[in-house]
Each structure stands twice: as structure tokens, then as C-alpha cells.
């Protein structure tokens, strides 16, 4: 029934919605994908520059959504439809636009070269990686063999966090934590890598910002309370760290549903790139 609403009450509800403007993008690269990079003369591959300018020039992304599939009963109860959820459907990737300085031309070359290093699996070191990149694109008869997922996409290390114009206000009184009310959401996304870099049209007309705009793809997200102290401690684990131990879980994952039990993975990857059983850099796998 109606009730009586005090002025704080509504102040807390209609007179504080949230904002479109206030949010951060914090995206990390594998290891074997900043290697790459380093070799192709990207500057400071291990962080910093690289993933820190990419987390401030970010000037679009979006809060991702998900449905819920569902299978039609009608045989169980005379006149009535039912409606089982068999199964929670994501988006199959989120947008990011990005400032393009003028300096390194950062995003597109880190975009451009992660997803040259999914499509460059035929060399068998990270030296010949690069030079053939350098060397043999031109050729006429190059052809493309992909890199197996757990080197390129990041398991960990993709993350959107929305918070609100006051975020800080918790500095004073509150011994210097930043959002110690823990206001705000982070989208932790999972398994991510890009899979598009849109066109950038570029024109004698007059001037304006270069933005560059980079499809992610990712199997699932999951959301987590607070902002947290992103910009000192990342949560997400080294990839070196993370792969070892989904090849060592013996329960069955939804990612490896796609190509069988662990062991059969390490045999037909070997078997992909040279029949072998070392992985793509000359690593033992399995």
C-alpha cells in the first residue's frame, strides 16, 4: 500500500541515478602475447605504458548483458505452458573505442599485433614469430595457422568498472582507502582476445580525433562488488599461471567441452603445428 516517503528517501532513490561518464576500462595481455610485442618494438610490453595508456584512452566501452535460454513444457500440467532454463546465454562480444596517440599509435598497434600473434602459429620460436611477421607477409603464398587459444586469450586481466562521481570521497575520515563504502561494480570478463579492429576512416577534410575501435570476445564475465585498488594490484592472475592450472583440473569446463579432455588437447595441438609434442615456442606440453 502507498506510504509516506521522507525527502532523504527520495534524495537515496529517484535524486541519485547513476552515470554514463564515470567508468574505467583495465585490460592486461598474456605473456606470450607481450612478448610478442616487445619483439615487435612496442614499448614497455610488460605494463605500464602499454596497458596503462590503454586504460586511460578508452573513451567508449559498455556494461555487458546476458539472457537466459529457455526449453517450452506443455505436456506436464493440462493448460499450462512452462518455460526451464537450460542455459545462460552472453554476448558474443563487447566494444571498445579507444583515443589513438600520436606518438606510438598505441592501440592499434597492440590490437593489431595480439591478433597477429593468434594467426602467426606455423613458427616454431618467438624470434622466428617476429621475423616472419616482418618478412613473409608480403609473400604471395604465405598462409595463416592459428595459435592454440590458451596462448592467446586471456583467462584473467579484462575488466570494466563503473563507479560514480563521488568514488573518492572515502579519502577523508577514512585513513586514505580509496571507496571504502565500496561503491561500484567491476565486469571480470573470461577467456578474452580480439577478434575485430574496425575500419578508421582518415580524411583531407577537417581534423579530428583518431579513435580506434576493438571487438573483444570472451566466453562469460561475472560481476564483483566494489572498485577495488586497480590501479596498484591487477586481479587477475599471470598467465603463466593461470593456463597450468586449467590443463591440471581433472573436472570437465565449459571451454574444454570443444575439444575434449586435457590430454587429447596437448596431442592435437603438437599434432596442428608440426607433429610433435612441444608447443609453438618449443615448450613440452601435456
Known sequence: MPNRKSLSDIKATILRPA?????????????????????????????GVLRGGLDFA??????????????????????????????????????????????????????EYWKEYITIGNSQTL???????TSKFAETNYFYRMNYPDFYALDQGFRVVKFERDFDGSFKGNGGVVNGTKNGLT???????????????????????????????????YITNGIGDSDSTRSSSPQSEVTPALKKQNISQEYYNNFGDNSQNATNFADFVNGTVKGPFGEAIG
Open 187 to 221: 565486469y571480470n570478463f573470461v577467456r578474452s582476445f580480439p577478434i575485430a579492429v574496425a575500419s578508421m576512416p582518415v580524411s583531407y577534410d577537417a581534423s579530428s580525433l583518431l579513435k580506434c575501435t576493438v571487438s573483444m570476445s570472451y566466453i562469460r564475465y
Open 127 to 133: 624470434a622466428g614469430a617476429a621475423a616472419e611477421s
Open 58 to 111: 578508452c573513451s567508449e566501452a559498455s556494461l555487458p548483458g546476458s539472457s537466459l535460454a529457455t526449453l517450452e513444457q506443455t505436456s506436464d500440467r493440462t493448460g499450462v505452458t512452462e518455460r526451464h532454463v537450460h542455459r545462460r546465454m552472453f554476448d558474443d562480444r563487447i566494444d571498445l573505442t579507444f583515443y589513438v596517440d600520436a606518438q606510438n599509435y598505441l592501440p592499434i598497434r597492440a590490437f
Open 19 to 47: 552515470m554514463t561518464s564515470q567508468y574505467r576500462v583495465y585490460i592486461d595481455f598474456p605473456n606470450d602475447v607481450k612478448f610478442y610485442m616487445k619483439s615487435k618494438g612496442l614499448a614497455d610490453p610488460q605494463g
